[in-house]
């Protein structure tokens, strides 16, 4: 099985603020779903830990690693969405303003890149996290990977051949857990639970 879990919150998220690739750590309520991932983790059986090498993704990694004792391994390929320099440490409205005025088409503007030829498509991010785990990924194991709200909606766009239109058809909030079953080298994909931990 596969545990896609978004990082706990930082004080960035709580302001609305998109990160991007910069580096922040957990708040207070972040250390606190960081607590509540531990105890859900406690009773499952995690072979390995994989988290973006950004603090606020390590932090929410080692809250697993305390409830399962796997190992964590820091990755590159599961870092946020690439985006321009002009839409990141901006408000969302900054950003819903920004996109506008270059007349984008949008559902939500943080998430929402299609035809932005200067931000990392769906496809993209689909192919880097798909190489990481086919590399890693065997039946029988089971993997927690901590990775950020861009990644784990382009993700599952493609996998579930989702229409790019629909994009904010669902949340990823901070701290929640996404469980899936790979079929075909994450081709296809099962998702057995959606939970929320707060």
Not at 14 to 28: P, Q, T, Y
Not at 81 to 93: F, G
Not at 130 to 159: D, E, Q, R
């Amino acid at each position: 099985m596969l545990y896609l879990i978004r990082h706990c919150s930082t004080i960035e998220n709580e302001s609305g603020i998109l990160c991007s690739d910069k580096d922040f750590g957990l708040s207070d309520k972040g250390i606190e779903q960081g607590k509540k991932l531990s105890t859900w983790f406690c009773d499952k059986k995690i072979d390995l830990i994989l988290s973006s090498s950004l603090l606020r993704a390590e932090q929410t990694a080692k809250y697993i690693n305390e409830a399962t004792n796997a190992e964590i391994v820091l990755s590159k390929d599961l870092l946020e969405r690439k985006v321009s320099p002009e839409y990141t440490n901006l408000k969302l409205q900054e950003i819903t303003e920004c996109r506008i005025n270059k007349e984008h088409n949008f559902y939500d503007p943080t998430q929402d890149w299609n035809d932005v030829n200067e931000v990392e498509s769906d496809m993209e991010i689909f192919e880097r996290v798909k190489s990481l785990l086919i590399n890693l990924y065997k039946p029988g194991i089971n993997i927690a990977c901590v990775t950020h709200a861009g990644v784990i909606k382009a993700f599952l766009h493609i996998a579930l051949k989702m229409d790019k239109r629909r994009s904010n058809g669902f949340k990823v909030k901070n701290g929640c857990v996404i469980v899936l079953q790979n079929e075909n080298d994450f081709e296809k994909i099962q998702i057995l639970g959606f939970y929320q931990l707060y």
